[in-house]
């Protein structure tokens, strides 16, 4: 049998997964009933061929040897001794050809065979050849059936991760919680046999049930991944919403097995999950998720203005500095430990940059005004501070470019692409289910695909997209700009109240007069400091990729792994999005300068490649 080589040219379409999986028994050439020694590697290239068996003749794909035995009288429904088809082994070895001259020939296309009784889908799924599975469906193949083992071919799909089959038999109609005749779903099966996040991942985008049970034992699929150590799958469950007091047959839950198996990570994650589902149920922490965006922002508000009160205290006791500062992280570290979901953490960072420019700007009204500035400084000032909150805001409330499509819509997409040989992870997200336009990257913390998307931004706690990314890149500006107001209004301030002898004291001494000048606003100084650099370095990135390059970060950093990966140089300015560093600019900012430019505005959601020879990031004429 050809596991590998197709000498007619025939491509294998994968969907990028490893073929291999936890816990199961059979490889692949004994699991049809077969020696993988009997197995021809490679086809010989001076071998004459009008000497072959048919057997050889279909696995090797050589049509005109293969009629002219079935014309000869042989029977292609007739088995050989190890009861296996012809068609089987047209299946294993993708030859569509032969399938459709054998179904022509009265082949039988549910027929089983081998030592697990499968039929030519299951052999075609079990190598991951869609476009075989497409075909012995288009004559009729009954994925329902199922094998020796009892799996059906949604099952056999998952258990191999060949996901773009499985997307395309639901498609079909196949149900994802469909049982296999050992009650089993297909969810259950990843949770027991597949270590990692797919395609249990998979499974509950399209809706899996995940509190299912088998019809033998009332298993979960929690119970299943507990019972198979596997945290993976246990931890996709738990966060989908699964149920740690789910009893089984026995009685037994989740945790209960968990300590049956002797897994100490499994017993803490479930008993956790409990503990947190339990404090979630009472009125207060209901509050606290309802309003845990303007909660974080006061906690990280509270916590910056202790920290600078406490330094600014007139005391000069640095123990008693020191104790009160501890109380301040404890009193922290106590809240984050009480409140501390992942989406709680998950907007520390923003919550954290809002907080600094909060007492930025507080800063500037107690410590700066009252010493008089102009009034053109307190009017750029101003415009600084509002242009910054507006495009913060901006950036955060603006849709990415999030790909939406509806269930039907979905389905379509994966029978039009799979049945034009186009169900490739360029063109189709297996994640959600969808088409991806041109120069679209799906975002696992979004965890949907997002058109042009550049990165997934901690300060904001968003994807930056083709819709929000100029807002972005105009936050990160006026940020900057920020920080150099807050520079000109410390050294403004200590010039004018602190006494600094640098030609006598030197540097040690110009810093311990500002220590006791103002210990708040050399603490205001340094969080500019960082805000300022991390925004300056981020900008001038940004501003360069898109001037210079007309690329985004993502794509950029895909042209850069082809680069290693081909060991090729390849000049990222030749790509089809770089117009120009002017055209670049325009077109990303929109600008329009009364008339003068006509800048072309693109919806990134609806451009779809034309075909599935696509350049590396879209089609040239999309610009």
């Given amino acids: 049998m050809d596991w590998n080589e197709d000498e007619n040219g025939h491509g294998h379409m994968h969907d990028g997964c490893h073929h291999g999986h936890a816990g199961h028994s059979h490889s692949h050439g004994h699991s049809h009933g077969m020696n993988l020694s009997q197995q021809p590697k490679k086809r010989p290239l001076m071998d004459d061929s009008s000497s072959w068996d048919i057997v050889k003749a279909s696995q090797f794909g050589v049509l005109e040897r293969c009629k002219e035995l079935v014309e000869a009288g042989y029977d292609v429904r007739q088995p050989d001794k190890e009861n296996v ?47 075989m599975v497409i075909q012995l469906m288009r004559c009729g193949a009954d994925p329902a059936v199922a094998d020796g083992e009892g799996y059906r071919a949604l099952h056999l799909a998952v258990l191999f991760q060949h996901l773009a089959i499985a997307a395309y038999l639901m498609a079909k109609g196949q149900e994802v919680d469909g049982p296999d005749s050992n009650g089993q779903t297909p969810l259950m099966l990843a ?13 509950l985008k399209n809706n899996a049930s995940v509190n299912a049970v088998d019809k033998l034992n009332r298993n979960t699929p929690l119970h299943c991944a507990v019972l198979a150590g596997n945290v993976d799958a246990a931890h996709i469950l738990l966060e989908a919403g699964a149920s740690v007091d789910a009893e089984n047959a026995n009685g037994h839950t989740p945790i209960d097995l968990a300590h049956q198996v002797h897994s ?36 990280c508000v509270a916590s910056f203005g202790c920290v600078g009160a406490v330094l600014d205290m007139d005391s ?22 009480t409140f501390g979901s992942s989406a709680f ?77 186009c169900l490739d992870p360029r063109i189709f ?55 150099f107001w807050m520079f000109y209004g410390c050294f403004t301030y200590w010039s004018t109240h602190c006494l600094l002898h640098y030609e006598e004291e030197g540097l040690w ?47 950029r950093t895909t042209l850069a792994f082809h680069q290693r990966k081909l060991r090729q140089p390849v000049s990222l300015r030749q790509n089809p999005y770089n117009l120009g560093v002017v055209r670049n600019l325009v077109s990303f900012f929109q600008l329009r300068c009364c008339g003068l430019f006509k800048p072309a505005v693109i919806d990134w959601t609806q451009q779809f490649p034309p075909s599935r020879d696509q350049p590396a990031f879209g089609h040239p004429d999309m610009v």
């Fill in 509 to 555: 001494g110009v810093v311990s007069a500002l220590v006791g000048c103002s210990p708040w606003l050399l603490a205001i100084l340094l969080m500019a400091f960082y805000h300022t650099c991390w925004s300056g370095l981020v900008l001038a990135l940004q501003l360069y990729q898109i001037a210079f390059l007309g690329l985004t970060s993502a794509e």
């Fill in 345 to 421: 953490r998950s907007l520390l960072p923003a919550s954290a940059l809002m907080a600094s420019v909060f007492w930025m700007l507080v800063t500037w009204c107690l410590w700066f005004l009252p010493d008089g500035p102009s009034t053109t400084l307190q009017v750029l000032f101003a415009l600084t501070a509002a242009g910054l909150l507006y495009y913060y805001l901006r950036t955060c409330r603006t849709d990415p470019g999030f790909v939406k499509a509806t269930e039907e819509e979905k389905k379509m997409n994966v029978l039009v692409l799979a049945e034009a040989g």
């Fill in 191 to 203: 949770a027991q046999k597949i270590i990692g996040p797919e395609p249990t991942n998979f499974l």
């Fill in 316 to 337: 000069e006791s640095w123990l008693l500095k020191g104790f009160l500062l501890s109380c301040v992280v404890g009193v922290v570290n106590l809240m984050s430990r």
């Fill in 85 to 131: 088809t012809l068609l089987h082994w047209a299946a294993i070895n993708n030859r569509l050809e032969l399938v459709k001259y054998y179904m022509s020939k009265g082949a039988v296309v549910d027929q089983l065979g081998g030592d697990l009784s499968s039929t030519p889908l299951h052999w075609a799924i079990r190598q991951g050849h869609l476009p």
């Fill in 429 to 483: 997200c297996t994640s959600c289910m969808s088409k991806k336009p041109m120069r679209t990257n799906h975002c696992f913390s979004c965890d949907a695909c997002v058109a042009k998307q550049d990165h997934h931004s901690i300060w904001t706690n968003c994807c930056i997209g083709a819709r929000n990314h100029h807002h972005f890149v105009l936050f990160l500006f006026f940020l900057m700009l920020m920080g």
């Fill in 264 to 299: 100490p990570l499994l017993v803490h994650m479930l008993t956790h999950i409990k503990q947190e589902r339990i404090q979630s149920s009472s009125r207060c922490l209901r509050v606290v998720n309802r309003y845990k965006v303007l909660l974080q922002f006061l906690l």
